[in-house]
């Protein structure tokens, strides 16, 4: 699938340097400039901060100082090799709430002076290092994560508590959104190809594990493009299996669940998140979660149930053995006899999906379609 071409508005221009992947960054000719200096930093004895007790994280200017690594600021942020790039909140007019999640919210937002629609992802900010340095990380992802499989990143600023990073906006939403009554099999290989190829490129390129593979992180518009999103905050700043929401233990691996109920961070693999895959290519192909909550007595029962059970599969009436195969491929109980995402491209079900055409656009629509009768009948049904 040929990747559309990106805006001539983009904030991005990507230099990778020897020894350590920092970033450089620049804006071609012809393009609005929005690189902003950051704000001078104060006399000392002028300048009183309520965060002064967090002077190694919070600069007495108001701006944030990540260890020299990169600077946020009202302006924009500033990376350590000169890069910057400056989107405000004057720039922006707020537009509806896409989604929420225990990171804070996302919003659909018109940069006005592009007249350019963005997502805004909006992360509270508290003052633990585990914390703040996962915003470090996909902010350094998401500048590197050149690829079209993955969502743009257009750029961020802070804000008093809360950072806030403006990506591509992808109009028809995530994946658990649209699969309705099920994803036939041609869509399926496409969806599942753009995953693997996302995926792949993150482990390959930049050395990066997802850790939060599942289909509301899985961005759609309506030109057909499958994106990943939403990599090194909300996947990695919850360790612990009390505190992490259900929505991601769901998808987590076996090994994982165990390792996590352990305390046992090592146990986490890419293979993890090859299992993470292949459950949420069942939930897609099924049009619902294979373990649905509903039928078990409580979270750990559904937990137990992940670790000790079956692998679920898709159903023979609906899918080839190549695409039963394949996701059998990524559920094996044993994280060293899963596949892996060079094999899982070479497997026929993929190799299938790179030799025919899908009509991406026409299964989205008809996706929307039904999302909106769904949506229109609910609201009937909670009136009435």
Request: net charge neutral; glycine share 8%.
């Given at each position: ?239 612990s299996l009390a505190k992490t929401n259900i929505g ?137």
């Amino acid at each position: 699938m040929a990747r559309r071409m990106k805006p001539n508005f983009s904030l991005r221009d990507i230099e990778n340097t020897p020894g350590g992947g920092t970033l450089g960054a620049g804006l071609g000719a012809g393009r609005p400039s929005f690189n902003a200096e950051p704000p001078k930093r104060p006399p000392a004895n002028n300048f009183v901060s309520p965060f002064s007790n967090f002077s190694k994280i919070v600069d007495p200017s108001g701006v944030l100082n990540f260890n020299g690594k990169a600077v946020l600021h009202a302006s924009g942020v500033n990376f350590s090799s000169g890069a910057s790039f400056a989107i405000n909140m004057e720039q922006l007019q707020l537009d509806e709430e896409l989604g929420k999640g225990n990171y804070g919210t996302v919003k659909k937002v018109l940069h006005k002076p592009t007249n350019v629609a963005m997502a805004m992802k909006e992360i509270r900010l508290e003052l633990d290092d585990a914390k703040l340095n996962a915003i470090i990380m996909e902010l350094d992802i998401l500048h590197r994560a050149v690829a079209p499989e993955i969502v743009d990143f257009y750029g961020a600023f802070f804000i008093e508590s809360c950072v806030y990073y403006c990506m591509e906006y992808m109009d028809a939403g995530s994946l658990d959104k649209l699969q309705g009554a099920g994803v036939p099999e041609d869509v399926l290989g496409r969806i599942a190809g753009s995953m693997v190829r996302g995926l792949k490129f993150l482990k390959d390129k930049l050395q990066i594990i997802h850790r939060d593979v599942k289909p509301t992180n899985v961005l759609v518009n309506r030109n057909g493009d499958i994106k990943l999103c939403d990599f090194g905050v909300s996947g990695q700043l919850e360790k612990s299996l009390a505190k992490t929401n259900i929505g991601c233990q769901s998808y987590m691996a076996p090994e994982r669940i165990k390792g996590e109920s352990q305390n046992n961070l090592g146990t986490y693999t890419v293979s993890s998140d090859v299992w993470s895959l292949g459950l949420s290519m069942i939930e897609i192909g099924l049009g619902k979660y294979p373990y649905p909550p509903e039928t078990y007595t409580n979270v750990f029962a559904q937990l137990t149930a992940i670790v000790h059970g079956d692998p679920p599969e898709l159903p023979a009436d609906k899918f080839s053995k190549e695409a039963r195969d394949w996701v059998a491929s990524c559920m094996v109980k044993d994280p060293e006899g899963r596949a892996t995402y060079k094999e899982l491209l070479e497997m026929p079900f993929l190799v299938a999906d790179g030799e025919r055409k899908v009509d991406m656009v026409g299964w989205v629509a008809k996706a929307l379609e039904y999302k909106a009768t769904a949506q229109a009948e609910s609201q009937q049904s909670s009136r009435a």
